[in-house]
């Protein structure tokens, strides 16, 4: 189904868009500030390994993911799950950096496992 765009309004997008947002930056800061937040920013890490793989068309359920980052594993890992768990570590290790470090050259230099051959700068 095509739409016109021609006669659809901004404005009435941009509310919507708009007032999300602000509900998300409150979220965030109730995250922040409640006594359960640290257990709702490592559940959210786990969601988004699975998410991350389901993008590819790959499914991982989110209790073996559980199951194997606790090394509890009660059936074979698949490569699928070895992949989500390397995500996982990596949300782990970007959670526990500065705010700024993962797109910073230092972070993509260690996120993507390269060194600085040659001199060369990641821009």
């Keep these: ?13 941009m509310e ?13 800061e109730r995250i922040a500030r409640s006594t359960v937040g640290s257990g709702w920013i490592e559940r959210s890490h786990f969601t988004d ?15 073996d993911l559980v199951l194997h980052d606790a090394t509890k594993d009660i059936r074979t890992p698949t490569h699928e799950l070895t992949i989500a768990r390397d995500v996982l570590k990596t949300r782990r290790r970007i959670a526990g950096q500065p705010p700024d ?16 051959a040659g001199g060369m700068q990641i821009v």
């Design 1 to 13: 189904m095509a739409y016109d765009l021609t006669k659809i309004s901004m404005a009435a997008l």
């Design 16 to 28: 919507p868009a708009f007032r999300a947002g602000v509900e998300l930056a409150r979220l965030d």
């Design 49 to 63: 390994a699975c998410a991350s793989l389901w993008i590819d068309g790959e499914l991982v359920h989110l209790e």
């Design 101 to 116: 470090w993962a797109l910073s050259a230092d972070g993509l230099r260690t996120l993507r496992r390269t060194s600085d």
